[in-house]
Nanobody, 117 residues
Framework: QVQLVESGGGLVQPGGSLRLSCAAS????????MGWYRQAPGKEREFVAAISWRGSGTYYADSMKGRFTISRDNVKNTVYLQMNSLKPEDTAVYYC??????????WGQGTQVTVSS
């Protein structure tokens, strides 16, 4: 099993920035990819970004490219999501996910991001 704990969410004004963190523990050696998803009220959960746990691959949803950056620290077993130029439509609960292959097998509890003036 892998445990994922997100942090870093909060309230930010439009145009602002936030950095989310996801700390992984447990059977991390089974993980191939880590990612971020989000779910806004009344909407389905959607893919945001993902990163290879050992390689150099990064993947982004088209609407996030250029504004969001995913990175990792294998020493700290932590994945980050740097979010810049935030918009009200970025308001959602952001979830960290761990995948043995590519489909998420493990989920964090989520962290709320609210973009509002």
């Amino acid at each position: 099993q892998v445990q994922l704990v997100e942090s870093g969410g909060g309230l930010v004004q439009p145009g602002g920035s936030l950095r989310l963190s996801c700390a992984a523990s447990g059977s991390i050696f089974t993980i191939n990819r880590m990612g971020w998803y989000r779910q806004a009220p009344g909407k389905e959960r959607e893919f945001v970004a993902a990163i290879s746990w050992r390689g150099s691959g990064t993947y982004y949803a088209d609407s996030m490219k250029g504004r969001f950056t995913i990175s990792r620290d294998n020493v700290k077993n932590t994945v980050y999501l740097q979010m810049n130029s935030l918009k009200p439509e970025d308001t959602a609960v952001y979830y960290c996910a761990g995948s043995v292959i590519t489909t998420p097998d493990y989920w964090g509890q989520g962290t709320q991001v609210t973009v509002s003036s």
